[in-house]
């Protein structure tokens, strides 16, 4: 009976809190990596979501959007994932303008469209979300706005662009003791310098990145900064030190579930380096599955959610 009561005096919110609650369990599990179980507490969310009401509430709409797209993200399905932020962000802009989650969503699309190849709309999302963190106290959010920003014109071959703006990343970065994201941004500058033709700046961006990487035992970042300085090695001649380099990424790629596409690419690197000669083109294609997998240019947004 109490429990019916405090039903009828919540009225429609009853449905919407009880919508929430369950997208916000299924985020719980996917944060332990439990996606069957986040699945299952989504499709209860969206069993509440569908009770009849007369004013759906729009604010917990949007963010239960926001909360699918992240577990999609999770599981690289990048375009289920950014058609819940399509959903998610004219929301945000009717009912939160100025929001954190709308900023969030910002951010969070700009990731996937950068994924999806569409750096200029990247830029467009990542520019937007930064100038509504302008006069916010929001010191994480604008580390990883300006950090993807830097990397979102890397991708786009805006080398000069990326420069500008990593300072400012870097900066914040430091402000929140965000060592990953350090020389995470470290790696990013490091391309950019190479696009620009600066090799001997990129190689020792390279090398700090992944001195700093390994330092901080994160294996899977510390392997790319391998295989950018073993591209280094191999455009210089020096075969030994690119054998060295790849096998290194190799050992900390080996016990990682990848899909089709990257796990060839790694068994082609495996072969050539025990035939002791590796390739350029077969180095190349695992240094890009391997950034398919790890170009977060800081900690995911995740930490923030």
Not at 55 to 82: C, G, M, N, W
Not at 159 to 185: D, F, M, S, T
Request: glycine fraction near 4%; charge should be negative; proline fraction near 3%.
């Amino acid at each position: 009976m109490a429990m019916d009561r405090d039903r009828a005096a919540l009225g429609d919110a009853y449905h919407d809190l009880r919508a929430l609650g369950w997208a916000r369990l299924a985020n719980a599990h996917r944060l332990s990596m439990d996606f069957p179980s986040a699945e299952e507490n989504f499709a209860r969310s969206d069993e509440a979501w569908a009770a009849p009401r007369q004013r759906p509430d729009h604010v917990i709409e949007a963010e239960i959007l926001a909360l699918k797209a992240t577990l999609r993200s999770d599981q690289r399905y990048f375009d289920q994932a950014k058609a819940f932020l399509d959903h998610a962000i004219p929301l945000c802009q009717q009912f939160l303008e100025d929001s954190q989650l709308l900023i969030k969503c910002l951010i969070q699309r700009a990731k996937l469209l950068d994924y999806l190849g569409d750096h200029q709309a990247a830029i467009s999302d990542l520019d937007r979300a930064r100038t509504l963190l302008k006069d916010r106290d929001e010191p994480y959010l604008k580390a990883v706005a300006a950090g993807n920003l830097a990397t979102s014109y890397t991708w786009a071959g805006e080398h000069e662009k990326a420069l500008e703006v990593l300072p400012q990343a870097k900066a914040q970065c430091e402000a929140i003791n965000n060592r990953l994201g350090l020389h995470q941004l470290l790696w990013i500058e490091g391309l950019a310098r190479q696009g620009l033709g600066d090799t001997a700046a990129a190689e020792a961006l390279f090398q700090e990145a992944r001195a700093g990487l390994i330092e901080l035992r994160e294996m899977g970042y510390a392997a790319l900064a391998s295989l950018e300085l073993a591209l280094c090695r191999h455009h210089q001649g020096r075969s030994s030190e690119v054998l060295s380099l790849a096998a290194e990424a190799l050992q900390v790629l080996e016990p990682l579930e990848l899909d089709a596409d990257a796990g060839a690419a790694f068994r082609l690197l495996g072969e050539a380096i025990e035939a002791c000669e590796v390739p350029l083109a077969v180095l190349e294609e695992a240094r890009d599955a391997l950034r398919n997998l790890y170009r977060d240019p800081t900690d995911r947004l995740r930490r923030a959610s």
